[in-house]
């Protein structure tokens, strides 16, 4: 259709240009978006083998599609028959019911009477498609249905013409629909076909390919179908035969292409038989031999694969992969070969004539585990990648196409396609809306590369993308990990500033207990992200990884680094400091690669004493490494000595202690072992919190004049004496809280709007709710504060 609409913008129509023609055109259209799609995922970071592009209309992959035809003919699997199929008048082709696209429309029921024979009474009919009435062979009622116990009529008159109509009795008939009496339309329903062939009614086709009225439609041939409907409607009316008619949301069947109205139709197609095919690509999911990820979506798996109708496979347009049959017009035979025929098997006649119909593109596509590795021949791809370990794809082609590859991969190899199926996210606008054009929500992913990054792109969606949960996309988390890009990139030249090639080995004897944790906390994080990955929980192993760097690595480690890099601590302590330095900075690139390709490759490379890619790097902390430096203790007791450092910094925050101005402060504790970590770390926890000086305390010599934090079993009290003006801080809480309480108030004013929370979008209401929670806590914490300061002046 793309190229169709290209054509027609040129002024050239598929009748002027004739099928070859319009053939090449579809070549060129595909050499040029081809790679459009290629550069695109380049951009995205996506590290493929290029020199193994495949298209399913190379010629390698044409033989496989036209080797797996003829076996499944021969086998019985495929088959030419009439039967309904989904037919789209602007296309011109037959669809598959997966290609049928579902949306609700704004329709009627429409309550027709069908007279018995020379009455006026009949039974009453709902129907939401009268045009089709012309086409009824029968009227079906329940025959367990109390209403029609007593009927004794056996025949209706067809409305709107002379033709005497059969009452059937068949358990299928829904007695909870309409009046329970269910009309019968063999050659426009799939369901009222599989009724006349149980029942041996007559098929009358009453629309035609263009969606026009046939002649079995009387006055009616030749009206649009839609314009038939409102005509009929009128005359049924006129006649005193229509009842009643009731709105209804009717679910509408569209042509995923074009998106015109799809018209059920008796036609002659070709079919793949797939029910046995089905019964082993549904066994291999359930028995564990292909897992779907995450589960939920197996159900979905199972629901579709036990109730699967035959596959309508022969389209009737001109690019694909042409239906390799053959029909001897002299005595009807039929050849269906690898190689094509020159004359008929049978009686010798020259003039045999090819399918004109092709094949269903996802037919070509269902073959793509094995047919891009060389099948049929068992080549060293093949063997090396069939089966495959994953397959990462969308939900809406689960069964277009997983499901499919899942049938003839096993058929074929006789084993299953791929380990795993990861169904990944739907990407929808921050609102959770789906995006489309008609919206204006659509976030161009080359556009946002363009002003954020590849690597903050890719970041924010693997952050994002927690299994049977939607990723609600907007610029402004992407632009939230473009910072975070640049935060590695600052640590990474503030390391390189130090680090050098000698800097690759140290002595755990040498280590620090920041160091020591440090090492330790790597370890643990390159643990999280390794089963993250594996378990395709990719936004748990991106949050492990980040919160490492961000708030382990670069809020803490470098800072408790920093006095040993300056040599302020003699050179055994430097040279440790960088060789620590160097290894977990290397470990932070390893882990990130596969979130952030370019950025961590580009550092990378930068390091001193690595080669090659940091794809080839080994992913940090095997087996007997991890056990060398994972130490819970040590993370617990640094816990301790930056939960220490944290409740003095907010104490500076809270009182608006200038951060350059040095503060004294007393701790006090009875426990051994804290007092001991604070002797021992206590030149970081000085130099970390702006101290003058740290020392212990009695409680009885606790000053008037302080604040406190509690950590643990220790109280630290920071001395205000000097370092904050009573009288002006006074002043400055009481004014933040007089404007604090203003902002509050009109929040609250603004929650008890009734017509604001009737009329206002729920994501407006929640953030107005979430800034109410904000000011009262912010309230609350400077009344607390003011108390404090008023009680100390």
């Given amino acids: 259709n793309v190229v169709e609409r290209?054509?027609?913008?040129?002024?050239?129509?598929?009748?002027?240009?004739?099928?070859?023609?319009?053939?090449?055109?579809?070549?060129?259209?595909?050499?040029?978006?081809?790679?459009?799609?290629?550069?695109?995922?380049?951009?995205?970071?996506?590290?493929?083998?290029?020199?193994?592009?495949?298209?399913t209309m190379d010629e390698g992959l044409s033989d496989a599609v036209r080797k797996v035809f003829v076996r499944l003919y021969k086998e019985g699997l495929i088959y030419e028959g009439q039967y309904i199929i989904n037919w789209c008048p602007r296309c011109f082709t037959a669809l598959a019911d997966l290609e049928v696209e579902y949306e609700e429309q704004d329709s009627y029921l429409y309550y027709v009477r069908y007279p018995f024979k020379g009455q006026k009474k009949g039974l009453t009919v709902a129907t939401t498609r009268p045009e089709t009435m012309f086409g009824d062979t029968a009227v079906a009622v329940n025959p367990s249905d109390d209403r029609f116990t007593d009927l004794a009529e056996t025949h209706v008159l067809l409305p709107l013409t002379d033709r005497v109509i059969p009452i059937i009795r068949d358990t299928y008939v829904d007695t909870a629909f309409g009046t329970g009496a269910l009309k019968v339309t063999p050659a426009h329903d799939p369901n009222d076909f599989d009724l006349g062939e149980k029942h041996g009614l007559d098929r009358i086709k009453v629309i035609d390919d263009k969606g026009l009225m046939t002649e079995a439609a009387g006055p009616f041939q030749g009206l649009d179908r839609f314009e038939c409907r409102t005509r009929a409607v009128q005359a049924l009316a006129d006649q005193g035969l229509l009842e009643k008619k009731e709105p209804l949301k009717n679910s509408v069947g569209t042509c995923y292409r074009c998106r015109t109205v799809v018209e059920p139709a008796l036609s002659k197609q070709w079919f793949v038989k797939v029910k046995p095919?089905?019964?082993?690509?549904?066994?291999?999911?359930?028995?564990?031999?292909?897992?779907?990820?995450?589960?939920?979506?197996?159900?979905?798996?199972?629901?579709?694969?036990?109730?699967?109708?035959?596959?309508?496979?022969?389209?009737?347009?001109?690019?694909?992969?042409?239906i390799p049959v053959w029909k001897c017009p002299a005595c009807n035979h039929v050849m269906v070969e690898e190689t094509d025929p020159v004359d008929c098997a049978v009686c010798g006649s020259k003039n045999i004539v090819q399918e004109t119909d092709v094949l269903d593109t996802w037919f070509s596509s269902a073959l793509w585990p094995f047919s891009t590795m060389g099948w049929p021949e068992e080549t060293p791809l093949l063997k090396t990648f069939y089966p495959t370990s994953v397959l990462v794809t969308g939900f809406?082609?689960?069964?277009?196409?997983?499901?499919?590859?899942?049938?003839?991969?096993?058929?074929?190899?006789?084993?299953?396609?791929?380990?795993?199926?990861?169904?990944?996210?739907?990407?929808?606008?921050?609102?959770?809306?789906?995006?489309?054009?008609?919206?204006?929500?659509?976030?161009?992913?080359?556009?946002?590369?363009?002003?954020?990054?590849?690597?903050?792109?890719?970041f924010t969606l693997a952050a994002f993308a927690a299994q049977g949960r939607d990723v609600k996309m907007s610029e402004s988390r992407v632009e939230g990990y473009r910072h975070f890009v640049n935060k590695l990139w600052n640590a990474a030249r503030f390391s390189l500033m130090h680090i050098t090639s000698e800097d690759n080995a140290f002595e755990d004897d040498n280590l620090t207990l920041w160091e020591r944790w440090i090492l330790s906390r790597s370890a643990a994080t390159s643990l999280a992200v390794k089963q993250g990955i594996e378990n395709y929980r990719f936004n748990e192993a991106a949050s492990a990884?980040?919160?490492?760097?961000?708030?382990?690595?670069?809020?803490?480690?470098?800072?408790?680094?920093?006095?040993?890099?300056?040599?302020?601590?003699?050179?055994?302590?430097?040279?440790?400091?960088?060789?620590?330095?160097?290894?977990?900075?290397?470990?932070?690139?390893?882990?990130?690669?596969?979130?952030?390709?370019?950025?961590?490759?580009?550092?990378?490379?930068?390091?001193?004493?690595?080669?090659?890619?940091?794809?080839?790097?080994?992913?940090?902390?095997?087996?007997?490494?991890?056990?060398?430096?994972?130490?819970?203790?040590?993370?617990?007791?640094?816990?301790?000595?930056?939960?220490?450092?944290?409740?003095?910094?907010?104490?500076?925050?809270?009182?608006?202690?200038?951060?350059?101005?040095?503060?004294?402060?007393?701790?006090?504790?009875?426990?051994?072992?804290?007092?001991?970590?604070?002797?021992?770390?206590?030149?970081?926890?000085s130099t970390l919190a702006t101290m003058e000086r740290l020392s212990f305390c009695d409680l009885e010599n606790v000053p008037k004049a302080c604040a406190s934090s509690v950590n643990g079993n220790t109280t630290c009290f920071v001395s205000l004496e000097g370092v904050i003006d009573f009288?002006?801080?006074?002043?400055?809480?009481?004014?933040?809280?007089?404007?604090?309480?203003?902002?509050?108030?009109?929040?609250?004013?603004?929650?008890?709007?009734?017509?604001?929370?009737?009329?206002?979008?729920?994501?407006?209401?929640?953030?107005?709710?979430?800034?109410?929670?904000?000011?009262?806590?912010?309230?609350?914490?400077?009344?607390?504060?003011?108390?404090?300061?008023?009680?100390?002046?």
């Fill in 727 to 793: 009288e002006k801080e006074i002043l400055r809480l009481e004014k933040e809280l007089e404007k604090n309480t203003k902002e509050l108030v009109g929040v609250q004013k603004r929650l008890g709007n009734e017509s604001f929370l009737e009329k206002a979008p729920q994501e407006v209401i929640d953030k107005v709710h979430a800034r109410h929670a904000d000011l009262t806590e912010k309230n609350e914490k400077l009344a607390a504060n003011l108390q404090r300061i008023q009680e100390m002046a």
């Fill in 6 to 55: 290209d054509l027609a913008a040129r002024g050239k129509h598929l009748d002027q240009l004739g099928r070859d023609a319009f053939i090449d055109e579809v070549w060129k259209w595909k050499e040029k978006s081809g790679g459009a799609i290629i550069n695109q995922l380049k951009r995205l970071g996506a590290s493929c083998d290029w020199d193994r592009e495949r298209f």
């Fill in 277 to 322: 095919l089905a019964e082993k690509a549904t066994e291999a999911v359930r028995s564990g031999d292909t897992r779907i990820i995450p589960d939920t979506w197996s159900k979905t798996y199972f629901d579709w694969m036990d109730n699967i109708r035959d596959w309508c496979i022969s389209r009737q347009i001109w690019w694909g992969h042409r």
């Fill in 396 to 458: 809406d082609i689960l069964f277009f196409w997983v499901a499919r590859m899942m049938m003839f991969g096993i058929h074929f190899k006789e084993e299953v396609p791929f380990k795993d199926v990861y169904i990944h996210a739907l990407v929808r606008d921050e609102h959770g809306k789906k995006m489309s054009k008609s919206k204006g929500n659509v976030i161009d992913p080359l556009k946002v590369i363009d002003q954020y990054g590849a690597d903050a792109f890719r």
């Fill in 545 to 685: 990884v980040y919160q490492f760097v961000w708030h382990e690595f670069c809020d803490w480690f470098i800072e408790t680094e920093k006095p040993a890099l300056y040599e302020k601590q003699g050179g055994i302590r430097r040279n440790t400091a960088r060789a620590v330095l160097a290894k977990v900075l290397k470990d932070i690139l390893v882990m990130l690669h596969p979130f952030m390709p370019f950025v961590t490759e580009e550092i990378y490379h930068l390091l001193p004493a690595t080669e090659g890619s940091v794809m080839q790097a080994e992913f940090p902390y095997a087996k007997d490494t991890y056990a060398r430096y994972r130490n819970e203790p040590v993370e617990a007791d640094m816990a301790f000595v930056f939960d220490l450092i944290s409740g003095v910094r907010n104490i500076r925050s809270e009182m608006n202690i200038q951060p350059s101005m040095k503060i004294k402060v007393l701790a006090h504790t009875e426990n051994e072992k804290e007092k001991l970590l604070i002797v021992e770390n206590k030149a970081v926890i």
